[in-house]
């Protein structure tokens, strides 16, 4: 089964490319501004297909925006790691515990 680990990994190829020939490397050389602004782009389109399209639709938006999600985390050196470790904190407890400990 593919991963997000393994995307994260064609990602990290892919930005090795030349911008001729990747579109992952295109987007990073735009820089992070970019790389949120075309994930934002995403995650709204998704939204939108969440509530008004088909499962098609959604599993197509669902995956550019885990796509642009990884390039976003690329572009500014954060490795995925991080955020599933981060991902693990929070499952030690209930999402509404989490929630009350942030900080206002």
């Known amino acids: 089964m593919f991963t997000l680990d393994d995307l994260s990994r064609v990602i990290a190829q892919r930005a090795e490319a030349s911008a001729e020939k990747s579109y992952t490397r295109t987007l990073l050389d735009k820089g992070v501004a970019h790389c949120a602004k075309k ?3 995403e995650a709204f389109e998704t939204a939108i297909a969440a509530v008004a399209q088909d499962d098609a639709a959604l599993r197509a938006e669902a995956a550019d925006v885990l796509y642009h999600l990884l390039v976003l ?10 955020v599933l470790a981060e991902l693990e904190l929070r499952t030690r407890r209930s999402g509404l515990e989490e929630k009350a400990s942030r900080p206002a």
């Open 39 to 41: 994930f934002g782009e």
């Open 73 to 82: 985390l690329r572009a500014r050196n954060l490795p995925l790691a991080d």
